[in-house]
């Protein structure tokens, strides 16, 4: 099992990368960083270059990737536009592929919510027609997965539990094309956790943190402590990046690492 921390929420600065971050996420003991690909996207050439010479002398892999899509790009409604979409994954995807990303977090919800009048059937027609025309192809041409997450209710209009994870990767059935649980979004939603029984057959990242994005570094919530349970019963054993802040003191990061990894032996 591999364990990241996504920048995110654990930084102010989410328009640029926060170099002293990295310093502490490699510091902590983590396995990878999973940067917002959007940010990635907007970075100018030489930062993106200087981005990679520090990653290589951190010696700090980049497993994946969160935040897929810009809230200006639409992948739902009338006014999405596959050229642009194109575009914008051919850049990005291209330098998710430099930076070694394996699996991007498809979540962005200003992206793909839906407008007002639409229906929920034609909103899930269009983001699956979007990723087979758009995603599927550029997955295939840099090698890389696309992961979709499921988003509390309180933020989205589409895709919300697990299960609507489930169907729409059964949809798109594609390899290319599988799914996340971002722990954090299922307890607003209230979901059940035995719900990752029906989804684990697809299930190839975790995101995991407390509610208000806390991180666990002094045990773990009930709910987390039965997902994590049914998770390590199944024998899962992929990526777990925690989205979350940056914890109370310095050490924060390297508890939370250290416990999980407790939680999983």
């Given at each position: 099992?591999?364990?990241?921390?996504?920048?995110?929420?654990?930084?102010?600065?989410?328009?640029?990368?926060?170099?002293?971050?990295?310093?502490?996420?490699?510091?902590?003991?983590?396995?990878?960083?999973?940067?917002?690909?959007?940010?990635?996207?907007?970075?100018?050439?030489?930062?993106?270059?200087?981005?990679?010479?520090?990653?290589?002398?951190?010696?700090?892999?980049?497993?994946?990737?969160?935040?897929?899509?810009?809230?200006?790009?639409?992948?739902?409604?009338?006014?999405?536009?596959?050229?642009?979409?194109?575009?914008?994954?051919?850049?990005?995807?291209?330098?998710?592929?430099?930076?070694?990303?394996?699996?991007?977090?498809?979540?962005?919800?200003?992206?793909?919510?839906?407008?007002?009048?639409?229906?929920?059937?034609?909103?899930?027609?269009?983001?699956?027609?979007?990723?087979?025309?758009?995603?599927?192809?550029?997955?295939?041409?840099?090698?890389?997965?696309v992961v979709m997450?499921?988003?509390?209710?309180?933020?989205?209009?589409?895709?919300?539990?697990?299960?609507?994870?489930?169907?729409?990767?059964?949809?798109?059935?594609?390899?290319?094309?599988?799914?996340?649980?971002?722990?954090?979004?299922?307890?607003?939603?209230?979901?059940?956790?035995?719900?990752?029984?029906?989804?684990?057959?697809?299930?190839?990242?975790?995101?995991?943190?407390?509610?208000?994005?806390?991180?666990?570094?002094?045990?773990f919530s009930p709910?987390?402590?039965?997902?994590?349970?049914?998770?390590?019963?199944?024998?899962?054993?992929?990526?777990?990046?925690?989205?979350?802040?940056?914890?109370?003191?310095?050490?924060?990061?390297?508890?939370?690492?250290?416990?999980?990894?407790?939680?999983?032996?």
């Amino acid at each position: 099992m591999r364990f990241g921390m996504c920048t995110d929420i654990a930084t102010a600065t989410r328009d640029r990368v926060e170099y002293a971050l990295l310093e502490r996420i490699k510091e902590a003991g983590f396995d990878y960083v999973e940067f917002p690909l959007m940010m990635i996207d907007t970075l100018s050439d030489e930062d993106f270059e200087y981005l990679l010479s520090e990653l290589k002398r951190l010696d700090l892999a980049c497993d994946c990737s969160c935040n897929y899509f810009p809230g200006r790009i639409k992948v739902t409604g009338l006014t999405r536009d596959k050229k642009e979409i194109d575009a914008y994954l051919d850049h990005a995807m291209g330098r998710a592929k430099r930076m070694g990303v394996k699996k991007i977090v498809f979540g962005s919800n200003n992206s793909r919510n839906l407008p007002e009048g639409e229906s929920l059937e034609q909103g899930y027609d269009e983001l699956c027609q979007t990723i087979h025309e758009s995603v599927v192809p550029y997955c295939q041409k840099y090698g890389i997965h696309v992961v979709m997450e499921p988003i509390r209710k309180q933020s989205g209009n589409i895709l919300i539990t697990v299960k609507d994870g489930w169907y729409v990767v059964n949809r798109v059935h594609r390899p290319e094309v599988v799914l996340l649980a971002d722990l954090m979004h299922m307890m607003y939603n209230e979901e059940n956790a035995e719900d990752l029984r029906e989804i684990y057959p697809l299930l190839h990242h975790v995101h995991v943190c407390e509610m208000d994005r806390l991180i666990p570094e002094d045990g773990f919530s009930p709910f987390l402590t039965k997902a994590l349970g049914i998770l390590k019963e199944l024998g899962y054993d992929e990526t777990i990046s925690f989205e979350s802040k940056g914890g109370k003191g310095p050490d924060s990061m390297k508890k939370a690492l250290a416990q999980i990894k407790e939680f999983f032996k």
